[in-house]
């Protein structure tokens, strides 16, 4: 069946560090790739997304790239902030899975001390 | 701010009472989603709507009954609770369940204590 796999956390890095939460997956088909970020107290918000392989999403300094070769979605960021502490999720919907399920990663705590 | 609207932000009730989860969306969706989170976990997948029917049950207990009553609103009526449904419940909505590849939205939940 369809899963995702992301790293153990907690994750813990300095103010502007350089960030990777690592994202592989197993779908059938071609998946549509997501990266959602929640913050302390709040719903799921969408961070960014890619379609089909090669993509790159990127959102505010965070990028992923569809990497079909690997079954990954690596989430980076160059320069992580304080405010980026949050859990981040990665998640999959596959076009050949009629249930609709959007398939999520365990999720990832990143704690970012200034 | 989140285009998904949930209320209440807090709910405690008692395991004998009668409360409902209401969402509500305008961004002209037509499938939306109950998740049930806990501490530490991804959202789990409860029920989905589509087109106003209900299209998926995920086995959820009868104590949870879904409703759309249209294309905009969302409930979630609750009764007769244990205290292990104490969780964050989420709100979700997407364009539509046949496009895969747009992403669903959230709100930012209902937090429900059962006592």
């Known amino acids: 069946g369809n899963s995702v796999t992301q790293m153990e956390g907690p994750v813990t890095l300095s103010e502007e560090a350089f960030l990777t939460i690592n994202c592989t997956y197993t779908a059938t088909g071609y998946p549509s790739l997501f990266w959602y970020v929640q913050y302390p107290g709040e719903g799921l918000q969408l961070l960014l997304k890619?379609?089909?392989?090669?993509d790159k999403g990127s959102n505010k300094g965070f990028e992923a790239t569809y990497r079909k070769e690997t079954t990954s979605f690596h989430l980076e960021k160059g320069s992580v902030q304080v405010s980026d502490s949050a859990v981040y999720f990665c998640?999959?919907?596959?076009?050949?899975?009629?249930?609709?399920?959007?398939?999520f990663g365990s999720g990832t705590r990143l704690l970012v001390r200034p | 701010d989140t285009e998904v609207t949930q209320t209440p932000k807090h709910l405690v009730m008692g395991m004998t009472n009668k409360k409902s989860l209401k969402c509500e969306q305008h961004?002209?969706?037509?499938?939306m989603y109950w998740y049930k989170q806990k501490a530490k976990k991804p959202p789990e997948l409860m029920f989905v709507y589509s087109y106003e029917k209900l299209s998926i049950n995920e086995s959820v207990p009868s104590r949870f009954s879904p409703e759309c009553p249209n294309s905009s609103l969302l409930n979630l009526h609750l009764h007769a609770l244990q205290p292990e449904d104490s969780a964050l419940y989420l709100c979700?909505?997407?364009?539509?369940?046949?496009?895969?590849?747009?992403?669903?939205?959230f709100g930012d939940g209902t937090r429900l204590s059962i006592l």
């Open positions: 998640a999959l919907r596959s076009r050949m899975d009629s249930s609709y399920k959007l398939i």
């Open positions: 961004m002209g969706h037509r499938a």
């Open positions: 890619a379609t089909k392989a090669d």
């Open positions: 979700a909505s997407s364009q539509g369940t046949e496009y895969s590849n747009q992403p669903q939205h």
